[in-house]
Nanobody, 126 residues
Framework: QVRLVESGGSLVRPGGSLRLSCAAS????????VGWFRQAPGKEREGISF????????YYADSVSGRVTISNDYDTNTVHLQMNSLKPEDTALYYC???????????????????WGQGTQVTVSS
């Protein structure tokens, strides 16, 4: 059974940093495209980053580009999302997911993803 578990969310002040983690069981992330998404209250879920571990391809949405780095830890089968210079508008529930095998080239489209975790809350406030 495939399971993704997010962690690392917290309350942080504007300008602060957090590292979110997406730990997998039941599959090897080396062979997957792993995406990070977020959903703020009253807003639609937004895809913010993905990494294709096989080819080393990464993507960042404009809203986070320059402030976020996605990486993988082969030893622990975990994908991390390092978030710096956090802003109040980054407040959201953050999810990770893996891209469906039936999808084509790596994308950030939500409908192309499955195995969603339960999410980890990030709150940016002074």
């Amino acid at each position: 059974q495939v399971r993704l578990v997010e962690s690392g969310g917290s309350l942080v002040r504007p300008g602060g940093s957090l590292r979110l983690s997406c730990a997998a069981s039941g599959l090897v992330l080396d062979y997957e495209t792993v995406g990070w998404f977020r959903q703020a209250p009253g807003k639609e879920r937004e895809g913010i980053s993905f990494i294709n571990l096989k080819y080393g391809v990464t993507y960042y949405a404009d809203s986070v580009s320059g402030r976020v780095t996605i990486s993988n830890d082969y030893d622990t089968n975990t994908v991390h999302l390092q978030m710096n210079s956090l802003k109040p508008e980054d407040t959201a529930l953050y999810y990770c997911a893996t891209m469906k095998k039936t999808s084509g080239a790596p994308s950030i489209a939500e409908e192309d993803y499955e195995n969603w975790g339960q999410g980890t809350q990030v709150t940016v406030s002074s």
